[in-house]
């Protein structure tokens, strides 16, 4: 392959040349001596320099050690030298000229769950002193996924209607495992231990006659947790206008993997079926299911929730079985969560609105941006007292949610 | 309220020894700077000097490479000198080292002791050999003026620029002469982890 070089070859041949010129005009030796190591410089980087390969960098998979994740860089090359720029946990950049097969250790700490890139590295190789570079640059990056902290739930609010065949919840249905329904006349199916012979002294006209105590079924319900990740915004008001992870404090999207793995973990311990939505364009679901290895599937599926673009304009609305709870997770800073709400409440289903804007810091905003702040937040404000009206729930994620879900669960159905 | 994280603390690497290229570009300031404070005379050294300074500030005006007529001039007015001419060819020789590796890394970058081994070597297995042809030529020049040496030695460089340069213009396009600038697109974080 021809070795490619930069401007450095010429610009010291040039100078030898002018040197030679010089002391021939001077008639001067010495002077023309000046330019012999300009000279050799170029002839030595011409003939022995190699345009190098394209560096390979190696990243380990992150190690957790005291609260931080450590991370092994090492770049495979052919030159003698690579220029390496390392980003730390998308905030943090380091800059290092390492000779190859030489090792890095990167420490970074995690401070937003979720899916991060401890490293992401570049590095390009150089050779003959910064004359020739490799052509591309090589880059690498190491992801991990932090999974979100849990809060303990007492109970979650139970659907209107229940139409699951077996769970932990009262029905409506006459069946068996609840509490007493009603006392009724034998039919054919049902069983002979079921009837009560005092309620059959009394109440029965003809001989023959049978009168069965009835109980409530218990049911399953249906939970459909809905996660609105069109926004991911910090404590940090002023963080808002720029990707900064750090120092924009708890985001509303740690809030609402927060929330969404606690409700799913609940619902799995009470034998209820959950599924996942996420919003946004190209948002996953997960189907609804039950059991503990389902909850390890939603629980990975949870901690890998990412911002999303907006498709409101054309994706269509989240499925959800017939009956079921819909717990949807937004900060309802636009109308797209609000509007799916209206439309899940018109077809019967419960919503319960799980708001995960965190309790904002308006510092460092100016006059103009505190008063956009506060009309932002009063149109959200009435977004949110729109859909309350139209017969959702409210729970605030950031106060203190177990109690708000006890409040639910006491309200008459 | 809340608190501003701070990164450095957060978030660490921890490389081999080295010293930070800053140390470089002072180095492309200071050794020009000396080695015209010692070529020429006192009074004239000090308005020439700025130039190195400026160029190692401003590093792809290629500015420095105005200190190598500084020093030129500096032997040129002074009689022929084995010490001049050693201190000048050391200096000729660092100048373009330092510039050319300082426009390809970044200065607030650091460069390990390995790093720097390749390019050492080269620079003193260069400067033995050049510092022999500047001996030679400064001890031919005192004793007996002889024109014919620089018209040889004039003849014999311009032989070899005309080589490098087509071989060069041979190789085609140049490739990058300043430090790598990556750009962070936003990863797919849908990608499963």
Same mark, same amino acid.
Not at chain 1, 132 to 156: C, F, K, N, Q
Not at chain 1, 216 to 227: D, F, G, K, N, Y
Not at chain 1, 286 to 314: D, K
Not at chain 2, 138 to 160: D, K, M
């Given at each position: 392959?021809?070795?490619?070089?930069?401007?450095?070859?010429?610009?010291?041949?040039?100078?030898?040349?002018?040197?030679?010129?010089?002391?021939?005009?001077?008639?001067?030796?010495?002077?023309?001596?000046?330019?012999?190591?300009?000279?050799?410089?170029?002839?030595?980087?011409?003939?022995?320099?190699?345009?190098?390969?394209?560096?390979? !960098?190696?990243?380990?998979?992150?190690?957790?050690?005291?609260?931080?994740?450590?991370?092994?860089?090492?770049?495979?090359?052919?030159?003698?030298?690579?220029?390496?720029?390392?980003?730390?946990?998308?905030?943090?950049?380091?800059?290092?000229?390492?000779?190859?097969?030489?090792?890095?250790?990167?420490?970074?700490?995690? @401070?937003?769950?979720?899916?991060?890139?401890?490293?992401?590295?570049?590095?390009?190789?150089?050779?003959?002193?910064?004359?020739?570079?490799?052509?591309?640059?090589?880059?690498?990056?190491?992801?991990?996924?932090? /999974?979100?902290?849990?809060?303990?739930?007492?109970?979650?609010?139970?659907?209107?209607?229940?139409?699951?065949?077996?769970?932990?919840? @009262?029905?409506?249905?006459?069946?068996?495992?609840?509490?007493?329904?009603?006392?009724?006349?034998?039919?054919?199916?049902?069983?002979?231990?079921?009837?009560?012979?005092?309620?059959?002294?009394?109440?029965?006209?003809?001989?023959?006659?049978?009168?069965?105590?009835?109980?409530?079924?218990?049911?399953?319900?249906?939970?459909?947790?809905?996660?609105?990740? !069109?926004?991911?915004?910090?404590?940090?008001?002023?963080?808002?206008?720029?990707?900064?992870? @750090?120092?924009?404090?708890?985001?509303?999207?740690?809030?609402?993997?927060?929330?969404?793995?606690?409700?799913?973990?609940?619902?799995?311990?009470?034998?209820?079926?959950?599924?996942?939505?996420?919003?946004?364009?190209?948002?996953?679901?997960?189907?609804?299911?039950?059991?503990?290895?389902?909850?390890?599937?939603? /629980?990975?599926?949870?901690?890998?929730?990412?911002?999303?673009?907006?498709?409101?304009?054309?994706?269509?609305?989240?499925?959800?079985?017939?009956?079921?709870?819909?717990?949807?997770?937004?900060?309802?800073?636009?109308?797209?969560?609000?509007?799916?709400?209206?439309?899940?409440?018109?077809?019967?289903?419960?919503?319960?609105?799980?708001?995960?804007?965190?309790?904002?810091?308006?510092?460092?905003?100016?006059?103009?941006?505190?008063?956009?702040?506060?009309?932002?937040?009063?149109?959200?404000?009435?977004?949110?007292?729109? !859909?309350?009206?139209?017969?959702?729930?409210?729970?605030?994620?950031?106060?203190?949610?177990?109690?708000?879900?006890?409040?639910?669960?006491?309200?008459?159905? | 309220?809340?608190?501003?994280?701070?990164?450095?603390?957060?978030?660490?690497?921890?490389?081999?020894?080295?010293?930070?290229?800053?140390?470089?570009?002072?180095?492309?300031?200071?050794?020009?700077?000396?080695?015209?404070?010692?070529?020429?005379?006192?009074?004239?050294?000090?308005?020439?000097?700025?130039?190195?300074?400026?160029?190692?500030?401003?590093?792809?005006?290629?500015?420095?490479?105005?200190?190598?007529?500084?020093?030129?001039?500096?032997?040129?007015?002074?009689?022929?000198?084995?010490?001049?001419?050693?201190?000048?060819?050391?200096?000729?020789?660092?100048?373009?080292?330092?510039?050319?590796?300082?426009?390809?890394?970044?200065?607030?970058?650091?460069?390990?002791?390995?790093?720097?081994?390749?390019?050492?070597?080269?620079?003193?297995?260069?400067?033995?050999?050049?510092?022999?042809?500047?001996?030679?030529?400064?001890?031919?020049?005192?004793?007996?003026?002889?024109?014919?040496?620089?018209?040889?030695?004039?003849?014999?460089?311009?032989?070899?620029?005309?080589?490098?340069?087509?071989?060069?213009?041979?190789?085609?396009?140049?490739?990058?002469?300043?430090?790598?600038?990556?750009?962070?697109?936003?990863?797919?974080?849908?990608?499963?982890?």
């Amino acid at each position: 392959m021809t070795t490619r070089f930069t401007s450095a070859v010429a610009i010291a041949t040039t100078c030898a040349v002018a040197l030679a010129a010089l002391g021939l005009l001077f008639s001067r030796g010495d002077v023309v001596a000046l330019g012999a190591p300009l000279a050799l410089w170029a002839v030595w980087t011409t003939v022995t320099a190699k345009q190098p390969e394209t560096p390979e !960098i190696l990243i380990d998979a992150p190690l957790h050690e005291d609260g931080r994740y450590r991370s092994s860089i090492e770049v495979r090359s052919d030159a003698e030298a690579v220029h390496l720029v390392a980003l730390l946990g998308h905030s943090l950049e380091r800059q290092l000229v390492v000779a190859p097969d030489e090792r890095l250790e990167a420490f970074s700490i995690a @401070q937003h769950s979720g899916p991060w890139f401890p490293v992401w590295a570049h590095a390009r190789a150089i050779s003959a002193d910064g004359a020739t570079t490799s052509a591309r640059d090589g880059e690498a990056r190491s992801r991990h996924a932090i /999974a979100p902290s849990t809060r303990h739930l007492d109970a979650l609010p139970t659907a209107r209607t229940l139409s699951g065949l077996h769970g932990s919840h @009262q029905g409506w249905r006459p069946g068996q495992g609840g509490d007493f329904r009603d006392i009724h006349p034998w039919a054919p199916g049902d069983e002979l231990r079921r009837v009560d012979w005092k309620a059959t002294a009394r109440l029965a006209r003809r001989r023959g006659d049978l009168q069965v105590r009835r109980m409530h079924t218990m049911s399953e319900q249906a939970i459909a947790l809905v996660v609105d990740g !069109i926004d991911d915004l910090g404590e940090v008001v002023a963080t808002w206008d720029r990707d900064a992870p @750090q120092g924009s404090g708890v985001t509303s999207l740690d809030l609402a993997r927060e929330a969404a793995r606690s409700l799913a973990t609940m619902a799995i311990e009470t034998g209820d079926r959950v599924s996942l939505h996420e919003l946004g364009v190209g948002g996953r679901m997960t189907r609804s299911a039950a059991g503990n290895r389902h909850l390890a599937r939603l /629980a990975a599926a949870i901690t890998t929730l990412a911002p999303r673009e907006s498709a409101r304009h054309w994706a269509r609305t989240p499925p959800v079985p017939r009956g079921s709870v819909v717990f949807l997770l937004s900060t309802f800073l636009d109308d797209t969560a609000a509007d799916l709400a209206t439309g899940w409440l018109g077809a019967g289903h419960r919503v319960v609105a799980i708001d995960t804007l965190p309790h904002l810091d308006p510092v460092r905003l100016n006059r103009a941006e505190r008063t956009g702040l506060r009309l932002v937040l009063a149109e959200r404000r009435e977004r949110i007292v729109r !859909i309350e009206r139209q017969g959702a729930d409210l729970v605030v994620w950031a106060d203190d949610p177990g109690i708000a879900m006890r409040l639910l669960v006491r309200r008459p159905r | 309220m809340i608190l501003p994280s701070r990164t450095a603390v957060l978030h660490r690497v921890m490389g081999p020894r080295g010293i930070p290229v800053a140390v470089l570009r002072l180095l492309l300031a200071v050794i020009p700077t000396v080695a015209a404070a010692v070529l020429l005379p006192t009074d004239s050294w000090m308005a020439l000097a700025i130039l190195p300074v400026i160029g190692a500030a401003f590093l792809h005006s290629r500015l420095s490479y105005a200190a190598l007529a500084v020093i030129a001039i500096g032997v040129l007015i002074s009689d022929p000198s084995a010490w001049r001419i050693a201190v000048a060819v050391l200096a000729v020789h660092a100048v373009h080292v330092l510039v050319t590796l300082c426009c390809a890394i970044p200065g607030h970058a650091s460069i390990s002791w390995r790093a720097l081994r390749p390019t050492g070597i080269r620079f003193i297995v260069i400067q033995a050999i050049a510092q022999l042809v500047g001996l030679v030529a400064s001890s031919l020049q005192r004793a007996e003026p002889r024109p014919a040496l620089a018209l040889v030695g004039a003849l014999a460089l311009v032989a070899v620029a005309v080589v490098l340069t087509v071989s060069n213009t041979a190789a085609g396009k140049k490739v990058r002469d300043t430090p790598m600038t990556p750009s962070y697109k936003n990863p797919d974080v849908t990608d499963r982890v």
